[in-house]
């Protein structure tokens, strides 16, 4: 769970910092400055990570993602970039960033407060691994429904016979954030009813092939 209290600290960090979220800010028109849109990516990435300690889900989904090894790779080359390291050594000047950075440490260094302080991220990671799994199913059994139109199977068989959707499928499998839809269908078909529903739709799909 080390990785879960970092997380903990970091997110905790940031919310007490005081940053503000580029949502707030004039709306941006991207596209423009590169250096513009990095820093702006940067205040995007930070905000998503200030709205993640207070969201289950979106903590659960922030985790999820750090599995992800492309993401990561883009992440690293951010972190990387001029632009990065410039925002992180302003705020690390700070004085009241200096203030929370020590509140956090002695948080960290109490072990009833770090005890208490990964009991609530476990607690949080459960419940948003709950709403993801939740929410993953509710898309599958929409998806079902919609393959019960003729014009919806046929259309998906004919995606199917196309080799470049064949490949963006493959690498979509491998994607880590695709594993929650295929846990949510080993889930459901746990159900005898929609076992029997995903059998005929399977064969009604090889058929359109």
Partial sequence: MKVLRSLFATTALLSMAGLSSAAKEKEYVYGKDPKKDAEYDISMGM???????????????????????????????MMESPEWKKKMKNLTNDKAFKKNMESVKQTMEDPNQAAQMQAKMEHMMKAGNKELQAEAKGTMAEAMQAMNDPSVM???????????????????????????????????????????????????????L
């Fill in 47 to 77: 905000a998503g990570i200030q709205q993640a300690a207070k969201d289950p889900k979106l903590l659960a989904q922030l985790f999820q993602d750090m599995q992800d090894p492309q993401l990561m790779a883009e992440a690293k080359k």
């Fill in 154 to 208: 046929a259309d998906a068989a004919r995606m199917m016979k196309d080799p470049q959707f064949q490949q963006q499928l493959s690498q979509m499998a491998k994607d880590p954030s695709f594993q929650k839809y295929v846990s949510a269908m080993q889930d459901m078909m746990q159900d005898p009813g929609t076992k029997r529903q995903m059998e005929q739709m399977a064969d009604s799909f090889r058929s359109a």
